[in-house]
Protein backbone atom coordinates (compact mmCIF):
# COMPACT_ATOMS: atom_id res chain seq x y z
CA UNK A 1 0.00 0.00 0.00
CA UNK A 2 2.98 2.27 0.90
CA UNK A 3 3.94 2.01 -2.54
CA UNK A 4 0.44 3.27 -4.45
CA UNK A 5 1.26 6.14 -2.37
CA UNK A 6 4.22 7.29 -4.71
CA UNK A 7 3.60 5.12 -7.68
CA UNK A 8 0.51 7.07 -8.84
CA UNK A 9 1.79 10.85 -8.15
CA UNK A 10 4.88 9.29 -10.25
CA UNK A 11 2.53 8.18 -12.86
CA UNK A 12 0.24 11.62 -13.20
CA UNK A 13 3.65 13.40 -13.76
CA UNK A 14 4.92 10.94 -16.64
CA UNK A 15 1.46 11.16 -17.99
CA UNK A 16 1.78 14.89 -18.21
CA UNK A 17 4.83 15.34 -19.19
CA UNK A 18 4.41 13.01 -22.18
CA UNK A 19 1.15 14.49 -23.15
CA UNK A 20 2.43 18.13 -23.04
CA UNK A 21 2.86 18.70 -26.69
CA UNK A 22 -1.02 17.77 -27.21
CA UNK A 23 -1.97 20.45 -24.28
CA UNK A 24 0.24 22.86 -26.33
CA UNK A 25 -1.39 22.38 -29.42
CA UNK A 26 -4.63 22.20 -28.75
CA UNK A 27 -5.49 25.95 -29.23
CA UNK A 28 -3.30 25.96 -32.47
CA UNK A 29 -4.24 27.21 -35.76
CA UNK A 30 -4.32 25.01 -38.60
CA UNK A 31 -1.13 25.82 -41.19
CA UNK A 32 -2.97 28.46 -43.50
CA UNK A 33 -2.29 28.12 -47.19
CA UNK A 34 -0.22 30.91 -49.01
CA UNK A 35 -1.98 33.06 -51.17
CA UNK A 36 -1.83 31.83 -55.02
CA UNK A 37 -1.73 34.80 -57.66
CA UNK A 38 -4.70 34.93 -59.79
CA UNK A 39 -5.36 32.53 -62.82
CA UNK A 40 -2.66 30.28 -61.25
CA UNK A 41 -3.76 26.68 -59.84
CA UNK A 42 -0.10 25.22 -59.66
CA UNK A 43 3.54 26.30 -59.56
CA UNK A 44 6.75 24.99 -61.69
CA UNK A 45 5.85 21.39 -59.53
CA UNK A 46 2.95 20.01 -58.03
CA UNK A 47 2.06 21.96 -54.59
CA UNK A 48 3.42 18.48 -52.47
CA UNK A 49 6.70 18.58 -54.36
CA UNK A 50 7.07 22.15 -53.57
CA UNK A 51 5.91 21.89 -50.07
CA UNK A 52 8.38 19.36 -49.69
CA UNK A 53 11.44 20.18 -51.65
CA UNK A 54 10.95 23.92 -52.59
CA UNK A 55 14.06 24.61 -50.26
CA UNK A 56 15.73 21.77 -51.63
CA UNK A 57 15.21 23.11 -54.66
CA UNK A 58 16.72 26.22 -54.71
CA UNK A 59 19.42 25.40 -53.26
CA UNK A 60 20.09 23.14 -56.31
CA UNK A 61 19.08 26.32 -58.64
CA UNK A 62 21.51 28.38 -56.81
CA UNK A 63 24.40 25.81 -57.14
CA UNK A 64 23.30 25.15 -60.58
CA UNK A 65 23.05 28.24 -61.77
CA UNK A 66 25.74 30.30 -59.58
CA UNK A 67 28.01 28.22 -59.08
CA UNK A 68 28.04 26.23 -62.33
CA UNK A 69 26.66 27.37 -65.94
CA UNK A 70 22.75 25.52 -65.86
CA UNK A 71 20.25 28.47 -65.75
CA UNK A 72 17.33 26.44 -66.82
CA UNK A 73 14.96 23.41 -65.19
CA UNK A 74 12.97 21.80 -66.77
CA UNK A 75 9.93 20.53 -64.88
CA UNK A 76 7.82 16.85 -64.95
CA UNK A 77 5.63 17.98 -67.53
CA UNK A 78 8.68 19.06 -69.70
CA UNK A 79 8.06 22.95 -69.42
CA UNK A 80 11.51 25.03 -68.96
CA UNK A 81 11.63 27.86 -66.58
CA UNK A 82 14.48 30.01 -65.61
CA UNK A 83 16.05 29.08 -62.31
CA UNK A 84 15.88 32.24 -61.01
CA UNK A 85 14.25 33.37 -57.08
CA UNK A 86 13.19 36.82 -58.28
CA UNK A 87 12.30 36.19 -62.06
CA UNK A 88 11.07 32.59 -62.17
CA UNK A 89 9.08 32.67 -58.05
CA UNK A 90 8.71 35.82 -57.34
CA UNK A 91 6.80 36.38 -60.73
CA UNK A 92 3.58 34.60 -59.34
CA UNK A 93 4.39 34.84 -55.89
CA UNK A 94 4.97 38.75 -55.87
CA UNK A 95 4.20 39.23 -52.07
CA UNK A 96 6.54 38.20 -50.00
CA UNK A 97 4.05 38.95 -47.20
CA UNK A 98 1.33 36.99 -48.41
CA UNK A 99 3.07 34.16 -49.87
CA UNK A 100 6.33 33.18 -48.37
CA UNK A 101 6.25 34.80 -44.59
CA UNK A 102 2.66 33.42 -43.83
CA UNK A 103 3.50 29.85 -44.70
CA UNK A 104 7.02 30.02 -43.11
CA UNK A 105 5.91 31.70 -39.88
CA UNK A 106 3.16 29.25 -39.43
CA UNK A 107 5.86 26.39 -39.20
CA UNK A 108 8.27 28.23 -37.38
CA UNK A 109 10.79 28.41 -39.85
CA UNK A 110 13.30 31.68 -40.82
CA UNK A 111 14.13 32.03 -44.22
CA UNK A 112 16.95 33.78 -45.22
CA UNK A 113 16.11 34.21 -49.17
CA UNK A 114 15.84 38.15 -48.25
CA UNK A 115 19.04 38.88 -46.89
CA UNK A 116 20.57 38.97 -50.59
CA UNK A 117 17.60 39.14 -52.44
CA UNK A 118 14.86 41.86 -53.26
CA UNK A 119 11.53 41.06 -53.47
CA UNK A 120 9.54 42.96 -56.50
CA UNK A 121 7.99 45.61 -54.12
CA UNK A 122 11.53 46.28 -52.64
CA UNK A 123 12.63 47.07 -56.09
CA UNK A 124 9.85 49.23 -57.15
CA UNK A 125 10.15 51.30 -54.50
CA UNK A 126 14.34 51.85 -55.22
Not at 28 to 44: D, F, Q, R, V, Y
Not at 84 to 96: E, F, G, I, R
Request: proline share 4%; glycine share 4%; aromatic share 8%.
Amino acid sequence: MNSMIKVIPALAVFLAIVTIPVWINIGAEEMEKPELPEGMSECIESREYMRANHMKMLDQWRDESVRGSDHMYTNSKGQKFEKSLVKTCMNCHSSQEKFCERCHESVGVNNYCWDCHFTPEQMEAN
